[in-house]
T-cell receptor, first 115, second 112 residues
Framework: GAGVSQSPSNKVTEKGKDVELRCDPI?????LYWYRQSLGQGLEFLIY????????KSGLPSDRFSAERTGGSVSTLTIQRTQQEDSAVYLC?????????????FGPGTRLTVT | GQQLNQSPQSMFIQEGEDVSMNCTSS?????WLWYKQDPGEGPVLLIA?????ELTSNGRLTAQFGITRKDSFLNISASIPSDVGIYFC????????????FGEGTQLTVNP
């Protein structure tokens, strides 16, 4: 079946502009996660959605970052007033998160470059 | 937050050699997962471990869930050039719901 998809695959934006990154999770997966990965670094947790529960926003680095998940499916990560340090690959993952099965499946990522 | 210490940070090996990497923590994990990330791609799940002491294989890959629940290792036997990439461990804490904690990654280079 279809995996996690993300769009756009690459985004170049000017400092100060807002950007929206989209994630389509695997159908039926109730949990959705956003991570940030700087060049050569590990995965930095940003936010996660689990069903209808309030999202865990504890990883968002500043109030310029926000995310929504509409209808329990597609998610959008928004970065307002982008800064050069926001340049990174933004990865989305989804999981069933049920029956104690915690495998997360990742999309290909969106490479964001802020000039 | 919780920390996973992954080592080594990088490895340079010859094709055909075996390689081992591990993750340790001071916390107890319920689940251990191992991922591989190729350049320009998202991480791909290799092996999932759910029980302390569990040893699981996937082709040339073998991973174990440490008996103390605080560590895990991944072995790759008879390495080939396509094994090149970054390997990440990830653990799930009982108190963290479905959220995973990731190690910093091991960069593997295989010389033909």
């Amino acid at each position: 079946g279809a995996g996690v998809s993300q769009s756009p695959s690459n985004k170049v934006t000017e400092k100060g502009k807002d950007v929206e990154l989209r994630c389509d999770p695997i159908s039926g997966h109730t949990a959705l996660y956003w991570y940030r990965q700087s060049l050569g670094q590990g995965l930095e947790f940003l936010i996660y959605f689990q069903g209808n529960s309030a999202p865990d926003k504890s990883g968002l680095p500043s109030d310029r970052f926000s995310a929504e998940r509409t209808g329990g499916s597609v998610s959008t990560l928004t970065i307002q007033r982008t800064q050069q340090e926001d340049s990174a690959v933004y990865l989305c993952a989804s999981s069933l998160a049920s029956n104690e099965m915690y495998e997360q499946y990742f999309g290909p990522g969106t490479r964001l470059t802020v000039t | 937050g919780q920390q996973l210490n992954q080592s080594p940070q990088s490895m340079f090996i010859q094709e055909g050699e075996d390689v081992s990497m591990n993750c340790t923590s001071s916390s107890i994990f319920n689940t251990w997962l191992w991922y591989k990330q190729d350049p320009g791609e998202g991480p791909v799940l290799l092996i999932a471990l759910y029980k302390a002491g569990e040893l699981t294989s996937n082709g040339r890959l073998t991973a174990q869930f440490g008996i103390t629940r605080k560590d895990s290792f991944l072995n790759i036997s008879a390495s080939i050039p396509s094994d090149v990439g970054i390997y990440f461990c990830a653990g799930q804490l009982r108190t963290s719901g479905s959220r995973l904690t990731f190690g910093e990654g091991t960069q593997l280079t295989v010389n033909p």
